[in-house]
């Protein structure tokens, strides 16, 4: 047991602990620039929080089978899958959740560009 009395230990020497830290941390740069792209395409940074932390609550609203399908495809869902260290039923693998975190992230940086080119030419 350990000094809690609770029989759990931790380590910050562990292999998993490496690929989850450096998974958050490409998680993180990737929702970033998920928000700037949305940022320049809405015109509000405060918009385009919203829009990541809002859609993921309105979706919970959806009947069960619909929720749970469109949950796993979310950025937020999307990135949670990347760092996670044993496969949980409802998220994505690592990889697609990676691929899925990009994929938006190619597609809000595509759509900003040709709206600030067109808007602001």
């Known amino acids: 047991m350990d000094e809690t009395g609770s029989g759990a230990t931790v380590t910050i020497d562990g292999p998993e602990n490496l690929t989850v830290t450096g998974m958050e941390s490409r ?8 928000a700037v792209a949305l940022g320049a395409l809405i015109r509000r940074t ?3 929080f919203a829009v990541l932390l809002v859609i993921p609550g309105l979706v919970t609203l959806l009947p069960a089978p619909w929720n749970n ?3 796993r495809y979310l950025p937020s869902s999307a990135g949670a899958a990347m760092s996670a260290v044993a496969p949980f039923p409802n998220l994505l ?28 030419a």
Do not use: E, F, H, M
Not at 27 to 34: E, K, L, R
Not at 94 to 118: D, E, N, Q, W
């Open 93 to 120: 693998s690592p990889a697609a959740g990676l691929i899925v975190l990009c994929a938006y992230t190619a597609t809000a940086l595509t759509l900003a560009a040709l709206a600030l080119t067109r808007r602001d």
């Open 69 to 71: 399908d469109i949950t």
């Open 46 to 48: 405060a918009g385009a």
């Open 27 to 34: 998680d993180i740069g990737i929702i970033a620039a998920i």
